[in-house]
């Protein structure tokens, strides 16, 4: 089994997510002299520095993703920038589909219901008043 020094793999781990703007651990692990399971069970996945270079990384680019929609004149841009910013109340009534169901000619429907299990038949007809 071979030694790796692990100061060391950490160093060139956060140099590595900065340089090639990494994303993801399993990118990180591609750039260093070590196996992944090394890497795994040195619990290198687990530490911080690394976590917040590749967490600086993620928000950089929703940043300037951000900045692009708002610049931009696209109408699905526009809709999922607003999304993210929404509160919870905006974000109710983006997401609702409003929808009116009618009979023929506009009628009201005319709906009966049975509850499951009772297997009687509905005997009376609906009051029209």
Do not use: H
């Amino acid at each position: 089994m071979p030694y790796y020094d692990w100061v060391k793999m950490k160093e060139m781990a956060i140099e590595a997510t900065e340089k090639y703007k990494l994303l993801f651990m399993t990118e990180v692990v591609s750039y260093l002299p070590c196996t992944y399971s090394a890497f795994f069970n040195n619990k290198m996945n687990e530490d911080e520095d690394i976590l917040q270079a590749l967490a600086d990384n993620r928000v950089k680019i929703k940043v300037k993703i951000r900045k692009r929609w708002e610049d931009s004149e696209n109408v699905t841009a526009e809709i999922m920038l607003y999304k993210l910013t929404a509160d919870e109340e905006e974000l109710r009534r983006l997401s609702v589909t409003k929808s009116e169901v009618s009979g023929t000619e506009g009628k009201p429907l005319d709906i009966s219901i049975q509850v499951l299990g009772n297997d009687a038949p509905i005997l009376e007809e609906p009051n029209e008043d």
